[in-house]
């Protein structure tokens, strides 16, 4: 357990020797919120729909955002320790396995609470923005939702090759599935077969979550969202363990 923090504490360090890293993890989703919610808020006043955007669908799609950014710096971080012999030097200190990737999956999680943090006081600054939502309930949505996104990460970053491939690979991969999370388009109204994939992706599920959160609905209404993220979680834990490289 022991290994386990002063892991952590090395790559919090690692981190913030890169100001411009922590700059766009921790600072810019509440900016890009500040931004287009003073932007959208006069205009809210007499478009109804875009005031529902402004008061619940832009938090979601900002912490989908900052779900997805602690994805991709996952990915891009294990591929520079592979490329770099990083992960095999560690895998032959008496850390095991687990320690080390556990290390970074935690490490990110402070991350994006830090970051879901900024986010939520930014908004409530500048304009009425969640002022009576949940925000401890909300906090562990995004965190469930990141865990089980993570885990889909963690395939990618077990077997992209190098560094220089793992953003660009997890962008293509992972920023299209915004069109199929339902923030944009509601899930329901896709034709069967994108309604299936939909399903299928952990994004549809972790908008759900949040939104109902933001919005005051109970746990127990999303217990499917859940389940289905920790199904995700689950499985792509199974198959990173079989697939990923050390080397």
Known sequence: ???????IGLELKIFAREPLGLVGALLVPAVIVVGLGRAFTGA???APRLGSFVAVDLPVLAAMMIALNTVLSLVTIISIYR????????????????????????????????SMTAMVLAGRRYFAIGADVPLFSFGIALLIS?????????????????????????????????????????????????RFVANLLPLGHSASLMKG?????????HLGDVGALLATFVVCVAISARVFKWE
Do not use: C
């Open 1 to 7: 357990m022991r290994g386990l923090w002063k892991l």
């Open 44 to 46: 809210a006043r007499v």
């Open 83 to 114: 490329e770099g012999g990083i992960l095999k030097r560690l895998r032959a200190t008496p850390l095991r396995p687990w320690t080390i990737l556990s290390a970074q999956v935690l490490v990110k999680l402070l991350l994006t609470a830090v």
């Open 146 to 194: 990141t865990l089980s996104i993570l885990s889909l990460g963690f395939i990618v970053a077990s077997i992209v090759p190098t560094a220089r491939f793992a953003q660009p690979v997890g962008a293509v991969i992972f920023y299209p599935m915004l069109a199929f999370s339902g923030l944009f388009y509601p899930i329901s109204g896709f034709p069967p077969g994108m």
């Open 213 to 221: 959160i933001w919005i005051g609905e109970p746990w127990s209404a």
